[in-house]
């Protein structure tokens, strides 16, 4: 009978502060480009495989990495590397009308759509510089809540449309519960490193209508696409289940984020509804999401149940695990520190590198790697090293021996 495989123990806070500095490790000494911002596209051993891309979702993601490294750790070259972060975001992102371009070849435009979702994480980034003391970052949270205030937050349906074309002229019909939800995670890190109220009650706002108002319109399921008066758009990407940033179908892993985002909620001025709500979406995300065959988590699912993409992405996982460490924190229930355990297991035998550091973006549905791109565009570890520093913020216990 072949030796069970040994693995760290995944509660304790040497393990997470242990696997936080082996992901940074991955980027440290090849990620800034002394020419400008970040470099974003890394193979597996970290080798570059194009020098002159940038997304802006990566471009706010490292600023995000670094700034909470530099908020934990007190190290200036993570300062450095935020403020870095920040001259490229200001000076080659940031057009004259006071968007942000989706995509840059050699510093100049090649997508300038203005997408709430890559707006979304200019807040974040500048929200966790300014409470990591970087004050350079002030300016612009201000200017990013004012711009998302003006030109896609739409108060008679309480929610924030998607996209417009890079003139700001012609706004798209389409609308997406994304974008909202990573503006919601956007305004708790505005509201926490300010203490304004204005960012508390959006994100209240927010969290109510898509979680409640628009769930229960959808069997208690977060769908992910509608139409400009917010009714469910059940043919938008139908034959795109695996799209990046649009899929089709209902993401377990958006279902978790949503439940995480609640029990912070529940953490800055609690409301009775927020657990009961976190506790519904998470078991939903379990219910349908685990691959009971295969193992780990899948993409989505159709709202019959059926699964509609069984390949296994990074953060689909890191984000289970923080949400049921919190659930399990917050209800002292096992069957949630059982589950953080099968998702960290998952993740050890699967998606963790360890030989070079960091996570495989995505895998087969049988869990095997699919080709040797890291970190794409998109992804910078932005998920797996939040995760892991929010499991430690709730705090970490004595570590038994749980079964799978």
Known sequence: MPDTPAYPDFEAATFLNDHISQTLAFYEDRVVDPDGGFFHCFEDDGRIYDRD??????????????????????????????????????????????????QLRDGEVIEGQVMAYGHAFVMIAA????????????????????????????????????????????????????????????????YRATGEARYLERAEALARKFTVELADQTGGLIWEHYDPEWNPDYDYHRDKPNDLFKPWG?????????????????????????????????????????????????????????????????????????????????????????DYHYIWRYAWDHLIDLEHGAWFRVLTPEGNKINNQKSPPGKTDYHTLGVCWDILLVGTVDSVDVAS
């Open 53 to 102: 891309l940038r997304h802006l979702v990566s471009s706010c993601r490292f600023i995000f990495n670094y700034a909470l490294a530099y908020r934990e750790q007190g190290e200036d070259r993570h300062r450095g590397k935020v403020l870095h972060g920040l001259k490229f975001l200001e000076s080659a992102h940031k057009q004259p009308n006071g968007s942000y371009a989706w």
């Open 250 to 338: 209902i993401q377990p892993g958006h279902l978790v984020e949503w439940a995480r985002l609640l029990l912070t909620l529940d953490g800055l001025r609690p409301q009775p509804w927020y657990l009961e709500r976190a506790v519904t979406l998470y078991g939903l995300a379990m219910q349908y999401g685990r691959d009971r065959e295969l193992g780990g988590l899948v993409y989505g699912f159709a709202p019959d149940g059926a699964i509609c993409a069984r390949e296994k992405y990074y953060w689909v996982h890191s984000e289970t695990a923080a949400t049921a460490w919190r659930l399990y924190r917050r209800t002292g229930k096992e069957t949630y520190r059982r």
């Open 127 to 190: 929200a966790f510089a300014v409470d990591a003391g970087i004050e350079e970052a002030r300016p612009v949270l201000n200017h990013i809540w004012d711009f998302m205030e003006t030109h896609f937050w739409q108060a008679e349906h309480g929610a924030y449309a998607d996209e417009y074309d890079a003139d700001i002229s012609e706004l798209s019909p389409y609308r997406g519960q994304n974008a909202n939800m990573h503006s919601c995670e956007g305004c708790i890190a505005a």
